[in-house]
């Protein structure tokens, strides 16, 4: 069992020290120190191992230490690491948008490559506004984003997430864009079914776009399967159809965010392919397409669109990293080594695998209420009370507490409690896309007895 009580030495240096010194206070419980990784393991600095549960935040989507693709990296850092755009094309940049595009079919061929998710959310707003301003409708401005949604960090991509906490930090500082409420499907407003309540989501769209005045909105951004924000949530078929036919009837232009969900973890390249007829205008990737073996976004977007902006003076946006040599070849290598290795089939054979070995713990775990997702992008939602859906109390940070249970047994696992609790609490249960049924097996007993450990500890304090 790692020593997860020890003060961090690193507190009591003068200067330097990780990244937790900003996250976590004095009395905090310290993380091990990682030392290597190897498919879907990871090891400490004092030998323990770990399975890794979640891909990290769910990034490496093909497992740790790829032979394949750490030979990709070495053989283009030799040749060339980095060269800028404004010079050089590069053959990498132009082979992995090729890849790429060709995976994510008609309407969408072309990518921009940039260095993570939050850029991919910014690049694609800035795109979308400016080839409004080209096509004439300088008017539209407005980015109707979901409650509770996720998009990234920086201010742009802040204004349009849904995320009460932020908002109220960091509001002054962005144009808070407006929101519609997020289509849940296991905890419901009073009166409503899942449908019913998809249904009255997508109505919240239009009300909220003719409110806004159709001819200020510009795009409208969502997640087809959620990520953190909503647990892996998964609306009804037809709500997708119905937020692409008012995205026509308004001129709104439609976003997936497909950070997490893209990059086949849904069992397709795009979770997109699983509606056709709710297909998006601009699609945003980043994690699972290089994996974590560098940092990587991507915005896709139609052919029109982008010659249309070039042909009016070019894209006023542009990073210093954006589609270089070294990012671009390893992130041709992971797609490849995916496509290699069938690994969209082994997400959708591994996740209904093990989304039914989840389902089977309800039978041993009274606080494991829902668990849903597509593919091998999964959630697991907690609860105090199956029967009444009832949320544990905010001040027990149950999800966080779960995680250091899980580390205590060699699970790695991740969640952040959305808006402070207040939709409900879970955790994503995703794992690399390379994983086996018998690694399916050791996760799903991991999480059981981790679970089941949680439970006794609720019990005792009388909480349950
Ligand atoms: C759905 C979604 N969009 C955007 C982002 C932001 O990506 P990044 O953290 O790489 O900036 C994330 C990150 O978790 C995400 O899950």
Sequence with gaps: MPNLKTASPARSAPHGGPVQLFYQGKDAIRRPIVARAEGIYMWDADGRRYIDASSGPVVSNIGHGNPRVLAAMI????????????????EPNAKLADLITGLAGPGLERAYFVSGGSEATETAIKMARQ???????????????????????????????????????FAPLMPVMPKVPAPFTYRLPPNHDADSYARACAGALEDTIRREGAETVLAFIMEPVGGLATGALVAPDHYYRAVREICDRHGVLLIYDEVMSGAGRTGSFLAAEHWPDGRPDLVTLAKGIAAGYTPMGA??????????????????????????????????????????????????????MLRARLEALKATCSILGDVRGKGLL????????????????????????IIELGIERGLLLYSRRTADGKYGEWLMITPPLIVTAAQVDEIAGLIAETLQAYEGELRRAGAI
């Excluded at 053989?75 to 590069?90: G, P």
């Excluded at 999964?378 to 507490?401: C, H, S, W």
Aim: proline fraction near 4%; charge should be neutral; aromatic fraction near 6%.
């Design 75 to 90: 053989e283009q850092a030799q040749k060339v690491a980095f060269a800028s755009r404004t010079v050089f094309e590069n």
């Design 378 to 401: 999964l959630a697991i939602e907690i609860v105090a009370n199956r029967e009444t859906k009832v949320i544990l109390p905010a001040k027990l940070k149950a999800v966080y507490r």
């Design 299 to 352: 915005v896709l977007a139609p052919a029109e669109m982008v010659e249309t902006i070039a042909e009016s003076g070019g894209f006023l946006h542009g990073h210093t990293y954006a589609s270089n040599p070294l990012s671009c070849a390893i992130g041709h290598a992971v797609v490849s080594e995916m496509l290699a290795l069938d690994l969209m089939a082994n997400a959708e054979r591994m996740g209904a």
């Design 131 to 169: 080839y409004a301003g080209v096509k004439g409708e300088a008017r539209r401005w407005k980015v109707i984003g979901r409650d509770p949604g996720y998009h990234g960090a920086t201010l742009g991509a802040a204004s349009v997430t849904g995320d009460p906490q932020a908002e109220k930090t």
